[in-house]
């Protein structure tokens, strides 16, 4: 008998139990032995919880129980989940957790006090999909080139609904909380900050980097509107949440951020809750993972996952993939240095002279203009809507900065990367 103790029975851990028990047949012949949940962990024993286990709110109830073999950080947070887990650790407890934004933060350290002990967190990363163990495992005979993808469920979500029924911002909002997808501070969703995290996990097993949040590009999907959706529709494109990464020689791209991608494209074709990944690998070429991106079965699945193979204790691969560091170590490229193509909306007052002062800055910085449309707005205004061939962001920043002091542009230019 395995015996697991889950800190944090809200949405995720409610869904650890219910399909622990619902599923146990198959789940205990994978694992070759019963697996119960002796204690949940959570703030308040008021609250109503679909959930039949044992519940405290003392947190040593589970850390120190000696007959719990794995504990289940399902918490959220950062610092205090991270307490939580190293004691369980020191306590030489196996952990599984789903806390991306802990390990955003403090994979390199976890990784370096679990040693043998198995410390897995497979949901962390894009839900229900098994990426980590594809990238981990799968894949480890080649050179990662790039990994590219929609990693963040309720931007998904939002921006669909936003596409088919011109749904307010707030109320989808509202609706992806209520479906459990959203974190406990939906900022980190609609700010790119949880799609960052996750591919920061994702950038230290395919390449060995260690950046934080702050290191790398990160932008949400707050400023878009539905004029920016009807461009998108008119030019064949989809806007998208994607986390991206590239390896460039020996430099590593980063960055989270709204794009505007070409609606063939299979990345585009990804609607809802789902969120897909693209990986390539020099030997294996173009490998694609799709799936339920959030919501608490979906992610209890990776999480059980996890208790399953820390059951049958065969040796895991090492946390973050690497065995030893790889010869000629990779580095972060600046995030001012990237290039890409950029979509800009910009509201001028609409009167003579003010195109020809626009298209000389332009000029001025290089920067080449591939479509150009006028759309009227209220009040003698009007949007302009410009993409550009490619360009490098420490540009495209000084520009955008330059247009928005001009004393005819009206509000904020808005700017959005078109990913080819
Ligand atoms: P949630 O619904 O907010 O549940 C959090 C649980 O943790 C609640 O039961 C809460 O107790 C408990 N908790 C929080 N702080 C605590 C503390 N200091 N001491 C004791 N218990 C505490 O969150 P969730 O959606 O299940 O997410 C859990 C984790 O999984 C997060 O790291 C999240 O990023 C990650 N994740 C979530 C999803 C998803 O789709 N929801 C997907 C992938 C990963 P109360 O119930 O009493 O408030
Ligand atoms: N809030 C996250 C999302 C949960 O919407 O993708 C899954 O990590």
Do not use: W
Not at 199 to 220: M, T
Not at 280 to 289: A, C, I, P, Q, S
Not at 352 to 373: C, D, N, P, Q, R
């Amino acid at each position: 008998m395995v015996k697991v103790g889950i800190i944090g029975v809200g949405t995720v851990g409610e869904s650890v139990a219910n399909i622990l028990k619902e599923n146990q047949d198959v789940i205990s012949a994978r694992a070759g032995a019963m697996i119960e949940v002796k204690k949940g962990v959570v703030r308040s024993l008021d609250k109503k919880r679909n959930v039949e286990i044992a519940l405290t709110t003392d947190v040593n109830e589970v850390l120190e129980d000696e007959e719990i073999d794995i504990v289940v950080e399902l918490m959220g947070g950062v610092e205090e989940a991270y307490e939580v887990v190293k004691k369980a650790l020191k306590n030489g407890k196996a952990v599984v957790t789903a806390n991306k934004a802990l390990l955003a933060y403090h994979r390199y350290e976890l990784a370096e006090l679990a040693k043998d002990i198995a410390f897995e967190y497979e949901a962390s990363v894009a839900g229900g999909i098994p990426i980590i163990n594809a990238l981990r495992e799968g894949l480890s005979a080649n050179h990662i080139e790039s990994i590219m993808g929609i990693m963040n469920g309720t931007c998904n979500y939002m921006l669909t609904k936003m596409r088919d029924e011109g749904a307010a911002y707030d109320e989808i909002l509202k609706e992806a909380q209520e479906l459990g997808y959203a974190e406990a501070d939906p900022t980190f969703d609609v700010g790119g900050f949880d799609a960052a995290h996750k591919l920061l996990i994702l950038a230290s097993i395919a390449y060995g980097i260690d950046a934080k949040p702050e290191d790398i590009l990160i932008e949400g999907i707050e400023n878009i509107t539905q004029e920016d959706i009807a461009f998108a529709k008119e030019f064949g494109y989809e806007i998208k949440l994607l986390g991206i990464a590239k390896k460039e020689r020996s430099e590593v791209e980063l960055r989270v951020h709204a794009a505007l991608i070409k609606k063939e494209e299979m990345i585009a074709k990804i609607d809802g809750v789902m969120n897909g990944i693209s990986v390539v690998g020099d030997k294996v070429g173009e490998t694609l993972y799709y799936g339920p991106g959030a919501g608490g079965d979906a992610t209890a699945s990776a999480v059980i996952a996890n208790i399953v193979d820390i059951a049958r204790s065969g040796k895991s691969a090492p946390m973050l993939g690497f065995d030893r560091p790889m010869e000629g170590k990779l580095t972060l490229k600046e995030s001012a240095d990237v290039h890409s193509k950029y979509y800009l909306r910009i509201n001028v007052n609409d009167k003579t002279g003010v195109l020809a002062k626009l298209t000389k800055l332009f000029e001025h910085y290089s920067i080449s203009i591939e479509t150009m449309l006028q759309r009227p707005t209220q009040n003698e205004s009007a949007n302009l809507l410009i993409s550009t061939h490619l360009a490098k962001e420490s540009d495209i920043q000084e520009l955008m900065d330059k247009i928005a002091s001009l004393e005819f542009v009206n509000s904020k230019p808005v700017m959005i990367r078109i990913v080819s």
